[in-house]
């Protein structure tokens, strides 16, 4: 049998922990798995008297990231700090470049930093592996950049945030309010204190720059990501999309245009019959468009610690598998120095359906500006509904109109018109309508 593959852990929180636990409870079956031990011989976090209900073993304490990246006994280092600069930034490139195999659940890290860390791990031959970086225990990352040789992507999409798909399923399921989902959601550890980060779209954001680089070949660009957040969704939206037969999801979606490749987050219309439309609470699901296979739809828990501690465990069992001398595979399935410049296609050229919803003054003229507005900007309607407003508001109509495919810039435009005409009470909301499978 080789020899044991020798793991430092950098980060023990909820992840690390599991992580660590599952190398030692699983050992047996992973040793026969990978045809070699795997042992923790190092590790790292912030406080190092809390009681983790783990036992370490003799594994070596380090106060000090890097200088565990660079320890002499490990072979692989396995970053849970978390962000984009700092120690997590440190100690992973300080890993790669003492030649030492690299695990990461970081997209954040990923997202700014990727391309020029994966130039190191290529230049010094050592894997960087980051399943757990995307879509918690889905396996797309290895789908991706393994198993789909010879297929050219054209459109990947999905479910990337936990958080935001278990607030719109609870919107949608119990006809409760925003405020009130994402406030139980904070209560059982679904969403953080602050929770800008997921209900704002940048998570989704970060996890949709990867698979960009990975599906079209180009260096991560994920500052070039339009992107819409769910904290504007409302009750009227929710009624509506059923009505309609749709359901509103927050959506990762990149594809290839022919002005560039259109990267966005927003939530989106989705049919309810598609399979996406029945990805609830906070499961993940990523689909993925090729020339050659057609449709792939994964779907799994997207996030927890048992979820990205499985795909953790399956980044460091492929190195424990790999042997000296085997050459392995780009990171970003091409070689790093071989990414495309990102050509960024224009979002107000993006075409599709959108459902647009305008609460209105309950007075004569209305219905005839807005359609001609439509019609100004040629804008075809596929349907056309008007709702009275009761209670306080009895003066008030919701008009909800669904286009045929028309573009980003001619919605906006007629929506403009219609605010500069003064007939709006509200913000009006305009949502897209995305084909699904």
């Not at 139980?184 to 998570?203: K, V």
Request: charged share 25%; proline share 3%.
């Amino acid at each position: 049998m080789a020899e044991a593959l020798r793991v430092g852990i950098a980060g023990l929180g909820t992840v690390g922990a599991s992580v660590a636990r599952v190398l030692r409870d699983k050992a047996t079956e992973l040793t026969r798995q990978c045809g070699r031990d795997i042992v923790i011989t190092a590790v790292s976090a912030r406080d190092r008297k809390r009681d983790r209900g783990l036992d370490l073993g003799d594994a070596t304490w380090f106060d000090d990231p890097v200088k565990l990246a660079q320890a002499a006994d490990i072979d692989a280092f396995v970053e849970l700090i978390g962000g984009e600069e700092g120690p997590a930034r440190s100690s992973v490139k300080a890993a790669l470049e003492a030649g030492r195999h690299v695990v990461t659940a970081n997209k954040a890290l990923l997202a700014k930093h990727g391309v020029a860390l994966a130039e190191i791990a290529e230049k010094k031959g050592v894997l960087l592996n980051y399943e757990a970086a995307v879509a918690g225990g889905i396996p797309v990352i290895k789908t991706m950049r393994e198993a789909m040789a010879g297929n050219s992507v054209t459109r990947v999409f999905g479910i990337l945030n936990g958080t935001c798909n278990y607030i719109l399923t609870r919107m949608e399921a119990e006809g409760i309010s925003f405020d009130a989902c994402l406030e139980d959601a904070q209560r059982l550890g679904y969403a953080e204190a602050d929770p800008t980060f997921d209900i704002e779209g940048h998570d989704t954001a970060h996890k949709l720059s990867i698979l960009t680089s990975l599906a079209f070949g180009t260096r991560i660009a994920a500052n070039d990501i339009y992107m819409e957040g769910i904290s504007n969704i409302t009750q009227a939206d929710i009624r509506a999309a059923g009505d309609l037969g749709y359901r509103i999801k927050l959506l990762g979606v990149a594809q290839r245009t022919e002005s560039g490749i259109e990267q966005r987050v927003h939530p989106t219309m989705v049919p309810t019959a598609s399979v996406i439309a029945q990805v609830h609470g906070v499961t993940n699901a990523v689909a993925i468009e090729t020339d050659i296979l057609g449709e792939l739809l994964l779907s799994g828990p997207g996030a927890g610690g048992n979820a990205t501690a499985s795909a953790v465990i399956g980044d460091i069992a492929d190195i424990a598998k790999s042997r000296p001398g085997f050459q392995h595979g780009p990171v970003f399935g091409r070689p790093a120095k071989e990414l495309k410049p990102y050509k960024k296609a224009q979002m107000r050229s993006h075409a599709g359906g959108y459902f647009i919803r305008l609460t209105v003054h309950d007075r004569i003229g209305v219905f005839a500006a807005i359609a001609k507005r439509m019609a100004d900007n040629d804008i075809s309607l596929e349907s056309i509904v008007q709702h009275a407003v009761s209670g306080e508001a009895a003066a008030q109509k919701t008009v909800i109109l669904v286009t045929h495919e028309t573009t980003e810039a001619a919605v906006r435009k007629a929506v403009d018109g219609v605010t500069k005409d003064d007939h709006l009470t509200d913000k009006p909301q305009v949502i897209r309508i995305e084909r699904a499978g």
